[in-house]
Every structure is written in C-alpha cells, then in structure tokens.
C-alpha cells in the first residue's frame, strides 16, 4: 500500500503550486481543503502567539495533514488511515526536507 495517496505544495489561499502525487483535481481540491483548514486555525497564532507546525484531522478513510513549508507555502498530503500515521508523519517529513532542498538549488 502506499504511503500517501495525495500531495500537493500550494500557497495558503488554495492555489496549487505544484502537484506532488494525485491528479490535477485531487491536487486542487486537496489544496483548497488544506487552505480552509489552515485558515481556520490560524487564528490560534495571534492569541496564543505560536506558530502553526502542523494540522492534522481524520477524513473518512483517510489522514489530512497540512503542514507550512518555507512559512509562505502549506503542504497538504492525503493518506489512507491503512497505513501507520508515525509512517505518514516520515513520509511527510522527507517531503518536507526535498522541497527545502529543492527551493534552496540555483537555477
């Protein structure tokens, strides 16, 4: 099985930037999902003076988690519940660290 069945890097008011794993419309509707939950919770920051690191909720068979990059960019990722959330949680991690990577290389 694997590990996530949706990915995608967009920018926190739901546009996709780029599509990671899934289909142009899974990636689409998956950043606009990732961008309502980030949203809402943001309002935490201002009360409670903290940084949102991670967001995670249960949707039917499947794992949400919508994580910043680069603070001006969300990851949304989408995994089926059938796999371990500690394996999602490194899956997501090393995305994470490849983006970073890719974000920091000259053109």
């Known amino acids: 099985m694997e590990t996530l069945r949706v990915a995608v890097l967009s920018r926190p008011d739901g546009i996709p930037v780029q599509c990671i794993k899934g289909s142009p419309q899974e990636c689409e509707s998956l950043a606009v999902a990732g961008s309502v939950a980030y949203g809402s919770i943001r309002a935490l920051e ?18 949400l988690l919508v994580t910043a990059v680069d603070g001006d960019m969300l990851l949304c990722v989408l995994a089926p519940k059938a796999v371990p959330l500690g394996k999602v949680h490194l899956a997501v991690r090393l995305l994470e660290q490849q983006l970073a990577y890719d974000h920091t290389k000259k053109i």
């Open 46 to 63: 201002d009360v409670y003076l903290k940084r949102i690191l991670r967001i995670e909720a249960e949707y039917g068979e499947y794992y």
